[in-house]
């Protein structure tokens, strides 16, 4: 069984940063790409950014120059650093880790919201 713990979500003023956090554990084998995932009510969960084992990275068009996405391949964790946030941004931001099989495992979610 694998787990997903994800942190780092919260309530954040426009312009304001936050960083995300997502640890893979348990029975997951050979980590391959480690990324994030947002969805909002009435609307597809989409890709935010992808980082892969040997560190290259993919961003959605919306974030790119602001979000950036790391991995610590020894903690088996993917961080997702979100600065100068607007508030469609908002959204519930899913980790999402696949293996080298390859199989996928989705965190729990975790909300963030942009407002003043």
């Known amino acids: 069984q694998v787990q997903l713990v994800e942190s780092g979500g919260g309530l954040v003023q426009p312009g304001g940063s936050l960083r995300l956090s997502c640890a893979a554990s348990?029975?997951?084998?050979?980590?391959?790409?480690m990324g994030w995932y947002r969805q909002t009510p009435g609307k597809q969960r989409e890709l935010v950014a992808t980082i892969t084992n040997g560190g290259l990275t993919k961003y959605a068009d919306s974030v790119k120059g602001r979000f950036t996405i790391s991995r610590d391949n020894a903690k088996n964790t993917v961080y997702l650093q979100m600065n100068s946030l607007k508030p469609e941004d908002t959204a519930v931001y899913y980790c999402?880790?696949?293996?080298?099989?390859?199989?996928?495992?989705w965190g729990q979610g975790t909300q963030v919201t942009v407002s003043s």
């Open positions: 348990g029975s997951i084998f050979s980590i391959n790409i």
């Open positions: 999402r880790v696949t293996d080298s099989a390859p199989i996928g495992f």
